[in-house]
């Protein structure tokens, strides 16, 4: 019986361990693929801004590995706050004074701009 409930605190244990890593990996997988489908042509394969869109603008996406952010989108005095990157995302950087060429991507859900904001983070080394 000892050993049994050893076990099972055994089990518990790893499971909390391992169960964060695996909900963000699916967030940064997720993330991933929906800037592969959706933001590439302007912003890159890597989020570095080069898209093939990008080269034909006069203003250019920044390379997200800088995480120089431009929008103040909530007015907290804080630039590229996760809320200012959702709240471009969501509704376009022309919203806030930018460039109206990035279109904004009202459709997608919480969850999906979350991971979008995941995967524009982790491209900063
Ligand atoms: C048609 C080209 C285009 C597409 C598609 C596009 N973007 Fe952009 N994006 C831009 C440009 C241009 C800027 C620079 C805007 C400016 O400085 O006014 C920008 C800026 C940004 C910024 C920077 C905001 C800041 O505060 O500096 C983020 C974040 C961003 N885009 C995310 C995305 C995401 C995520 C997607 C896909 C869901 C996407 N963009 C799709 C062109 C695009």
Redesign the pocket.
Known sequence: MRVLSHCCRLIAFSLTLFLPYSVMADQNEEGKA??AT??????GVNGD?H?P??ET?P????D?ALA??????DSDWQ??TDI??AN??RQ???A????????P?AH?GEKE?SS??S??RSRKP
């Open positions: 929906l800037f959706l933001c590439t042509e302007c912003h801004g898209g869109v990008a603008m203003l250019k996406p920044r997200f120089a952010f431009k929008f103040d989108t630039k590229g200012d990157l471009v995302i376009g950087p022309g806030f004074g930018g460039s109206a060429l990035m279109p991507f997608l701009i979008l904001v995967f524009i």
